[in-house]
């Protein structure tokens, strides 16, 4: 496995290669933290077995799901709505979304994140042009993908290092780029994205400085397919400090806003990807948290967005839904005066 251990690195490597001290966690026990989690995620990999909150796992859900899509896509390929859906699906938007938070630190007022998910880069032709000319060369302060870099659950992932190495390579983003993992993500993708320059979270958190403020982002495995309670324990680092989460589906909702995060940032569900003309989807890939399957939401304290995805799965078309690049715009929000 293409994972490094602490125990091959010489200590004075392992100290250079450090980012600012963080204080939750020293760099030498993130480390063997991480080898322990690649061991874990890699068998649950190759035995193909799903785990979710509460216990409960399975084999068989993605492959009834997949003979599903095929049965799907034939009738669709019967009639003219093929090529339609395909060409909505192509059809990608920028939208942006002003966030307002009493808490949010004064520098970060005007903050804007550029939120990718569901790439899916093998699923659509030229993708990373598409995003790249919705994007017009702007400017970001942040730029975070959560997750499903690929449509494959197995097998290679050069080819999609290749295509996000050319995407980030083009975009503009003051502070670089924060990845997690999703459930078509393989546990080997985690250090060649590191490589290309996205530093990835796996249950383990990081802070952007601005001045003398600061925000905690928090990133967890996907929990969809390979849920443990290490990304519980992740949240759990939620603090005084601003903190958002990213998380590849919404379905630890509940858990983080009790945590106390205050943005929760998602996707996975591709908004459903085909719906109903009232925008209902006909499937939303979730366990919990159903009713926050796309938009803008907000639980408790805490605020989420749950990407509709920029590119597709099972099959390239989309009806009534968009594929979208989003730009959140962080804005602090007075306290309501006391009445
Ligand atoms: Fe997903």
């Keep these: 496995m293409d994972i490094e251990s602490t125990d091959?690195?010489?200590?004075?490597?392992?100290?250079?290669?450090?980012?600012?001290?963080?204080?939750?966690f020293p760099?030498?026990?993130?480390?063997?933290?991480?080898?322990?989690?690649?061991?874990?995620?890699?068998?649950?990999?190759?035995?193909?077995?799903?785990?979710?909150?509460?216990g409960n796992r399975g084999r068989h859900h993605?492959?009834?799901?997949?003979?599903?899509?095929?049965?799907?896509?034939?009738?669709?390929?019967?009639t003219n709505l093929y090529q339609r859906g395909m060409r909505n699906a192509e059809n990608i938007v920028l939208r942006e979304i002003p966030l307002y938070f009493p808490n949010l630190p004064q520098a970060?007022?005007?903050?804007?994140?550029?939120?990718l998910s569901d790439l899916h880069m093998d699923g659509m032709k030229d993708l990373e042009d598409k995003i790249l000319g919705v994007l017009e060369?702007?400017?970001?302060?942040?730029?975070?993908?959560?997750?499903?870099?690929?449509?494959?659950?197995?097998?290679?992932?050069?080819?999609?290092?290749?295509?996000?190495?050319?995407?980030?390579?083009?975009?503009h983003s003051t502070h670089g780029f924060i990845g997690i993992l999703g459930n078509h993500d393989g546990c080997h993708m985690l250090n060649p994205m590191e490589q290309i320059g996205i530093t990835m979270l796996v249950n383990s958190t990081c802070l952007i400085h601005k001045g003398n403020e600061r925000i905690r982002i928090i990133g967890t495995d996907d929990v969809h397919y390979y849920y443990t309670d290490q990304a519980l324990h992740a949240l759990e680092h939620a603090d005084d400090?601003?903190?958002?989460?990213?998380?590849?589906?919404?379905?630890?909702?509940?858990?983080?806003?009790?945590?106390?995060?205050?943005?929760?940032?998602c996707g996975h569900t591709h908004a459903g990807q085909v719906c109903l003309p009232n925008g209902k989807a006909l499937f939303a890939h979730l366990n919990r948290g159903r009713k926050y399957y796309r938009g803008h939401w907000s639980y408790l304290e805490m605020q989420g967005i749950t990407h509709a995805g920029v590119g597709t799965s099972g099959i390239p078309v989309r009806f009534n839904t968009r594929g979208e690049a989003l730009i959140h715009h962080l804005h602090r929000q007075p306290p309501c005066p006391d009445m």
């Design 241 to 265: 400090t601003f903190s958002i989460a990213l998380v590849h589906s919404p379905e630890l909702y509940d858990i983080a806003a009790i945590m106390g995060v205050d943005l929760y940032l």
């Design 62 to 78: 993605w492959y009834e799901l997949l003979l599903m899509m095929k049965v799907f896509g034939f009738v669709l390929r019967l």
């Design 8 to 24: 091959s690195l010489p200590r004075e490597t392992v100290l250079e290669d450090l980012p600012a001290p963080e204080p939750l």
């Design 27 to 54: 760099e030498q026990r993130l480390i063997n933290r991480r080898q322990i989690w690649a061991n874990n995620r890699f068998r649950m990999e190759m035995e193909n077995m799903k785990t979710k909150r509460y």
């Design 137 to 171: 060369n702007r400017t970001v302060d942040l730029c975070v993908l959560t997750g499903d870099y690929r449509t494959e659950l197995h097998g290679l992932h050069k080819h999609i290092i290749r295509s996000l190495e050319y995407l980030i390579g083009r975009i």
């Design 108 to 115: 970060f007022d005007g903050f804007t994140i550029l939120h």
